[in-house]
């Protein structure tokens, strides 16, 4: 096993969009583990949501498929050395990282419209708990922003365990947006790669 920093170009064409979205140079086992696992998600999340709130109409469940794939496969491909050497690459620093955690706002500005009837309060707490946590990983040393990350991720439970609204159907939500954000896309970590 070695560490490589070293990032090969995205390659032309389709490909290549997919090569800037999940790190160009994924191995096979890197693609297959960040694949399956968010397509069973994005099977199972409408699912359970229409057993645990009957009232869930067509919009609700292609949404909560749609989130599931989305962080499901976040958690997974943000976590991969390829996608580590790639977002991590020169030139990727606090404001990029900051705006693809703002980009994620959105996110929440949705399930506080369609699941929580607009509850702007909610987007409030649960986005400003999300980039206070970001500002704080990304401010700290390279070498405490793995265990600060885990503390702040630690905290995302505890925020949606106790003080912020959870939709019925959508338990997971919270604990998964943070984890994709906070715990796999923003520490900078050793992108191993096999021998």
Do not use: C
Request: net charge neutral.
């Amino acid at each position: 096993m070695t560490i490589e920093w070293q990032t090969p170009e995205p390659r032309s064409g389709l490909l290549g969009l997919a090569d800037r979205f999940i790190g160009p140079g994924a191995t096979p086992a890197e693609l297959w583990v960040q694949s399956v696992a968010p397509v069973a998600a994005a099977v199972a999340a409408p699912l359970y949501g229409l057993a645990i709130a009957p009232s869930w109409g067509v919009a609700q469940a292609v949404l909560a498929a749609v989130f599931a794939l989305d962080l499901a496969g976040g958690v997974l491909t943000n976590a991969t050395s390829a996608a580590k050497r790639w977002y991590h690459r020169p030139g990727q620093g606090f404001g990029a990282h900051l705006g693809f955690v703002l980009l994620h706002l959105v996110h929440l500005g949705v399930v506080a419209g369609v699941y929580l009837a607009g509850d702007i309060w909610w987007v409030a707490l649960t986005g400003g708990y999300l980039v206070s946590a970001a500002v704080l990983i990304l401010g700290v040393p390279q070498y405490l922003q793995r265990p600060v990350a885990y503390g702040t991720y630690a905290g995302a439970i505890l925020l949606s365990l106790y003080a912020a609204a959870t939709p019925a159907g959508l338990e997971w939500f919270l604990p998964v947006f943070y984890l994709k954000l906070l715990v796999s896309h923003l520490p900078k970590e050793e992108p191993y790669r096999p021998e």
